[in-house]
């Protein structure tokens, strides 16, 4: 899957969060003179370039600075949850998309990046409610298309790890096991493998970064 995330990571989700902010700038209508506009486009490309140079607690600071006065804007708040959720700090991350959510409730982006955070504890479940939230708002959202996609692979990896887990002599489940670890590449196969011991699913969850 095609990234433009600052670090690699195996998680086939996280891969499809940071291209939504090129959407949500296309997307996304500032009230606002054009000197404003680009003051902000220059704000915008101060903290994504502190963030992939490394520096992402001084981006989050210069960040904080402009929203200091533009407490509501969407564009500095969202590129704001990336860089926490690329630091780790993935519930600060999500309590961020859920404001901006809230308050642009016709954004699809957000829903997009909160499915990739839930992903990433491994709940699929959630992760496909936003986004399918994120495709009922905008039906052309392609990365929301294809992260959906994943998640199918993902519940079905689950799925058929429970199923052989029951029935260890039911011989087509390898197989079906297999394609999903195809579709949706190693995470899924990490849910497979886990799946006939249900502590193990729970306890050795791994933390994965964007």
């Known amino acids: 899957m095609r990234s433009q995330a600052p670090a690699a990571t195996p998680s086939t989700m996280h891969l499809r969060t940071l291209a939504a902010f090129i959407l949500l700038s296309l997307t996304l209508a500032l009230a606002s003179v054009r000197p404003a506009r ?26 904080d600075r402009f929203l200091a006065g533009k407490p509501k804007d969407a564009q500095m708040r969202f590129l704001k949850s990336v860089v926490l959720a690329d630091s780790g700090r993935r519930g600060e991350a999500a309590t961020l998309l859920q404001q901006i959510s809230q308050d642009f409730p016709e954004l699809a982006e957000p829903h997009n990046n909160l499915a990739a955070l839930h992903a990433a504890s491994g709940d699929y479940a959630k992760a496909r409610a936003e986004l399918e939230e994120s495709i009922r708002l905008n039906p052309g959202y392609a990365t929301a298309h294809e992260n959906l996609g994943d998640v199918y692979a993902m519940l079905a990896a689950d799925a058929y790890g429970r199923a052989q887990r029951l029935e260890p002599g039911n011989t087509g489940l390898p197989r079906k096991l297999e394609l999903m670890r195809q579709l949706a590449g190693p995470q899924a196969g990490r849910v497979a ?14 933390t994965k970064k964007r």
Do not use: C, F, I, W
């Open 193 to 206: 493998a886990s799946g006939p011991t249900a502590s193990a699913k729970t306890d050795t969850s791994p």
């Open 38 to 63: 680009a003051a902000l486009a220059e704000e915008l490309s101060e903290v994504t370039r502190l963030h992939h140079a490394g520096q992402s607690e001084a981006a989050l600071e210069r960040a």
